[in-house]
């Protein structure tokens, strides 16, 4: 059960929410269905804007500018403060959140939503990162329009959220032969098999599309940088030569001071959002130990924690574990062709892996999200359709982050 803090019980349960993305953006519009003016909601972030990532590994080859929300206007809609600052850590046992401003915020309860910390994996590799994907792939794809790039090799690192490599791959390939460009694509990856996280099915049919694309990969890859150029992909010694590396960022946890983590940095949550031995104290999302880093799982996550806080906070709400069941797809090219996939992640390991043409969620979404969908559906139904078929504009649910 959650506390309050020694007030008079008929103020209003002061909730901090903390990050500017989807499970930061979910938990506020949860709260402020469930709970109404039983909370008072504060959202904080360093960014001004909330940057719409699903379709982010498509907006260089559409050459389209990424999609953002100003925060201060989201959280004006919802009767919510802005404070724009970044999060230092947290002192539990005054219940304050720290910031990196000197700001001492008091809540009955937190909720972590700020993402994980995103490093460079290799020198003199193009560093691809959500939401500057258009940004950092803008030169490399003039140079593939020209015809001056032979190879690439895309980097998965370990740790690291591997789905947009293969999204990057498959586009690059669409992107090069339609251009009338020879271009040889090597993936080049730390999982043991692409897409392990979600199970064999996904797995087995990934490998399968890589194969009709004729897109080299390289499992169990330990890539680091050689001493005379190229990459060193193994403990052996081996290294591979390409015209450019393109790499995904390693990921770390925000390992947040006055916060249990685990190593790596990332904080372990149960199913309803909770961190083991912290009361109030609540992480969804990018920031978590839970191996999918995926603006879905982010939702979910941050439903689960709004409902808990809402019934605290006196709403009529049942609170809902988390079940850990991922709905999502693979982008295999502009045209929005798509390979859905679902599973249910327990215990690390997959269970229950499908994979299909059509959507296994309902509603069809890049991302699921209960909330956000429905709100950036409203927001952008009368925007610029720059997507064509049933992802036209924003009109869809929801990631994170991917």
């Known amino acids: ?45 360093p960014g001004d804007d909330f940057h719409y990532q699903p379709m982010a590994v498509l907006e260089p080859f559409v050459r389209r500018a990424p999609r953002r929300l100003p925060l201060a206007r989201f959280a004006s809609e919802l009767n919510m403060e802005f404070v724009q600052d970044s999060v230092e850590g947290v002192a539990c046992e005054r219940r304050v959140l720290l910031t990196a401003g000197g700001r001492e915020l008091p809540y009955d309860a937190l909720v972590i939503a700020v993402g994980a910390r995103r490093e460079a994996a290799l020198e003199d590799a193009v560093t691809v990162d959500v939401p500057g994907t258009s940004e950092s792939l803008r030169g490399l794809i003039d140079e593939i329009d020209a015809g001056v790039v032979a190879s690439i090799g895309f980097v ?34 730390a999982e043991q098999r692409p897409l392990a996280v979600f199970g064999s099915a996904v797995s087995d049919e990934l490998e399968a599309l890589l194969e009709r694309a004729e897109i080299a990969t390289i499992l169990g890859a330990q890539v680091s940088a050689s001493p005379g150029g190229g990459l060193l992909v193994d403990p052996g010694g081996n290294v591979l030569r390409f015209d450019r590396v393109v790499a995904l960022p390693r990921l770390a946890g925000p390992a947040l001071t006055g916060l249990p983590t685990d190593a790596d940095g990332f904080l372990a949550a149960n199913a309803l959002g909770q961190l083991a031995g912290v009361q109030d104290v609540f992480a969804v999302g990018d920031a978590t130990d839970f191996p999918v880093k995926y603006g879905g799982i982010a939702a979910q996550q941050a439903d689960a924690a709004a409902a808990m806080i809402a019934a605290a906070a006196g709403a009529d709400v049942v609170p809902a ?82």
């Open 1 to 45: 059960m959650l506390g309050r803090r020694s007030r008079h019980a008929s103020q209003a349960f002061e909730v901090l929410i903390a990050g500017g993305g989807v499970g930061a953006l979910e938990a506020a519009l949860a709260l402020h269905r469930l709970a109404r003016d039983r909370v008072k909601l504060t959202l904080v972030s």
């Open 156 to 189: 998965a690192p370990r740790p690291t959220w591997p789905l947009p490599v293969y999204e990057l791959a498959l586009l690059a390939r669409e992107h090069a032969r339609e251009h009338g460009v020879e271009l040889a694509i090597t993936i080049l990856t």
């Open 321 to 402: 574990p988390f079940d850990g069941i991922v709905h999502g797809f693979l982008l295999r090219g502009r045209t929005l062709s798509r390979l859905h996939f679902s599973a249910r992640i327990e215990g690390g390991a997959a269970h229950d892996s499908r994979i299909g043409e059509e959507s296994i969620a309902a509603p069809e979404a890049k991302i699921s999200a209960r909330y956000l969908g429905p709100y950036l559906d409203d927001l952008w139904a009368s925007g610029a359709r720059w997507l064509s078929g049933p992802w036209s504009g924003v009109g869809v649910p929801g990631a994170d982050s991917r």
